[in-house]
Nanobody
């Protein structure tokens, strides 16, 4: 199995930056796609960014140009650099991994971290 632990997050003013990271352990070979979802109270969980084992990235339209996802294979981590943050970015951010790119977007299965809170003040 795979274990995912997020770090980072916090409180920042609009226009500021934060970086969240996710460390994976266990059966790392089973991970083909790894990235981030987020969920605010009363809102549907939405995907934010994903990176594949081959380095392909994809971003939700709402964060494209502001967020950057990256990986550190030596440390088995992925990070999300969040710039130009907006109040609507406020949410709990969850690390998610899956054995394929397509399965990653399913959202209901495979592996999830515990979540880290990101709060952006206006």
């Amino acid at each position: 199995q795979v274990q995912l632990v997020e770090s980072g997050g916090g409180l920042v003013q609009a226009g500021g930056s934060l970086r969240v990271s996710c460390a994976a352990s266990g059966s790392i070979f089973s991970i083909a796609a790894m990235g981030w979802y987020r969920q605010a109270p009363g809102r549907q969980r939405e995907w934010v960014a994903v990176i594949t084992s081959g380095g392909t990235t994809n971003y939700a339209h709402s964060v494209k140009g502001r967020f950057t996802i990256s990986r550190d294979n030596a440390k088995n981590t992925v990070s999300l650099q969040m710039n130009s943050l907006k109040p609507e970015d406020t949410a709990v951010y969850y690390c998610h991994s899956a054995p394929s790119y397509v399965k990653w977007f399913g959202g209901h299965d495979y592996y999830w971290g515990q979540g880290t809170q990101v709060t952006v003040s206006s």
